[in-house]
């Protein structure tokens, strides 16, 4: 039986992607933190979100 991560951002389960921190990242996500024709509102997101990630795992 297979069992589908949760993506740290989007909050969808998919079997495909990557771990980051020990907090899984789907690929829709990964592609999208990647593209720089993202928008920049987006971006923001990402980063605050991948910032979060950061400071749990350092305290
Ligand atoms: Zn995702």
Redesign the pocket.
């Known amino acids: 039986m297979e069992t589908n991560k949760t993506?740290y951002?989007?909050n969808?389960e998919?079997d495909k992607?990557i771990e980051i921190l020990g907090s899984y990242?789907?690929r829709?996500?990964e592609q999208e933190m990647i593209d720089e024709e993202g928008s920049e509102l987006k971006m923001e997101y990402y980063k605050s979100k991948v910032k979060s990630l950061w400071r749990n795992n350092l305290s």
């Open positions: 993506c951002i989007c969808k998919c992607g990242i789907c829709n996500c």
